[in-house]
């Protein structure tokens, strides 16, 4: 499976970006899939993760009720829409991939994921 993560960018706090996470493969619509993010001397964290058919999602405390992770398997695609943005949201997006059909680790540093994307910055200014 490979990944490749767009749409970050600057944005002022307060404002909304939508990530993208584009995969490729056979079987790229049946692994759960996760957002992880890292900032600048920062160990990588968890943001939000969904099961391999969009059934169930997760969020870690920082970001509930502002984002929100969805798929399009027709697309291969998985979402991070993130709104209310503040400037301790600023770091490297990842999107990551576990394997065929098994559940997201949901926490951590992204321990179980297999495949990851290359990352995009999102820099939101104060």
């Known amino acids: 499976v490979q990944l490749q993560a767009s749409g970050g960018g600057l944005v002022q706090a307060g404002g909304s970006l939508r990530l993208s996470c584009a995969a490729s493969g056979r079987t790229s619509s049946r692994h759960a899939m996760g957002w992880f993010r890292q900032a600048p001397g920062k160990e990588r964290e968890f943001v939000a993760a969904i099961s391999w058919n969009g059934g169930s999602t997760y969020y870690a405390d920082s970001v509930k009720g502002r984002f929100t992770i969805s798929r399009d398997n027709a697309k291969n695609t998985v979402y991070l829409q993130m709104n209310s943005l503040k400037p301790e949201d600023t770091a490297v997006y990842y999107c990551?991939?576990?394997?065929?059909?098994?559940?997201?680790?949901?926490?951590?540093?992204?321990?179980?994921?297999?495949?990851w994307g290359q990352g995009t910055q999102v820099t939101v200014s104060s």
């Open positions: 990551a991939a576990r394997t065929l059909y098994v559940q997201p680790v949901v926490g951590g540093t992204g321990e179980g994921y297999a495949y």
